[in-house]
Nanobody, 119 residues
Framework: VQLQASGGGLVQPGGSLRLSCAAS????????MSWYRQAPGKQRELVAT???????NYVDSVKGRFTISRDNAKKTVYMQMNNLKPEDTAVYYC??????????????WGQGTQVTVSS
């Protein structure tokens, strides 16, 4: 199983980016999918989570600016990030709780994508 994240980049304050993370491999089912981020010198933090049926949860600092969504058929999770701020600068990681070929539920991580917000 692999999670491939993409969509990061350099953007000015107030700009937007859309992150994507696609799961591949032998996957029987996917439960929650999430985005985390880790800024230099800080611990990794949970940014947003979406359940299989579409229920979402966000860290307070991104509410109203970020939107997490998913396409179950494509095994992909997205995060639309609007009105980006310098404090959003971090490496963003996707995470998925999925049922793999071993018939067990496990958590998998993507490789991370850098988001830099700077003028």
């Amino acid at each position: 199983v692999q999670l491939q994240a993409s969509g990061g980049g350099l953007v000015q304050p107030g700009g937007s980016l859309r992150l994507s993370c696609a799961a591949s491999g032998v996957i029987f089912n996917i439960n929650t999918m999430s985005w985390y981020r880790q800024a230099p010198g800080k611990q990794r933090e949970l940014v947003a989570t979406i359940t299989r049926d579409g229920r979402t949860n966000y860290v307070d600092s991104v509410k109203g600016r970020f939107t997490i969504s998913r396409d179950n058929a494509k095994k992909t999770v997205y995060m639309q990030m609007n009105n980006l701020k310098p404090e959003d600068t971090a490496v963003y990681y996707c995470n998925a709780n999925l049922l793999d070929a071993s018939a067990s539920w496990s958590f998998y991580w993507g490789q991370g994508t850098q988001v830099t917000v700077s003028s």
